[in-house]
């Protein structure tokens, strides 16, 4: 992985880990689809974030309220969908 983001840099490096983890999720070893999404969000990858995000409210992930006032989801912050996930959890009216 340091080879990955000394070539692509950090936004490289976080979609190819999003990546990895699928990889893992695929052969049935957990993985959190919160954390997918955030690696998709720093790395400005907004609709794969999204995605995953709709996932983690899925899975009622335990973390989600921390959607709210995380910088890393400052990119989707004016989505719909992101606004519509808020409502959903109950973290917006």
């Known amino acids: 992985m340091r080879q990955t983001y000394q070539h692509v840099g950090l936004s490289g490096y ?7 983890m699928q990889r893992y999720l695929a052969r ?12 998709y969000a720093a790395a400005g990858t907004n609709a794969e ?15 989600l309220p921390e959607i709210k006032l995380d ?3 400052d990119g989707i912050r004016s989505d719909q969908r992101f606004i519509a996930l808020l409502k959903k ?5």
């Open 14 to 20: 976080l979609r190819k880990q999003s990546e990895l």
């Open 89 to 93: 959890i109950g973290l917006e009216k």
């Open 49 to 63: 974030a999204l995605q995953w995000l709709e996932r983690a409210v899925e899975e009622r992930s335990a973390w």
């Open 71 to 73: 910088p890393t989801f």
């Open 28 to 39: 049935g070893k957990y993985q959190s689809a919160q954390m997918i999404a955030n690696h």
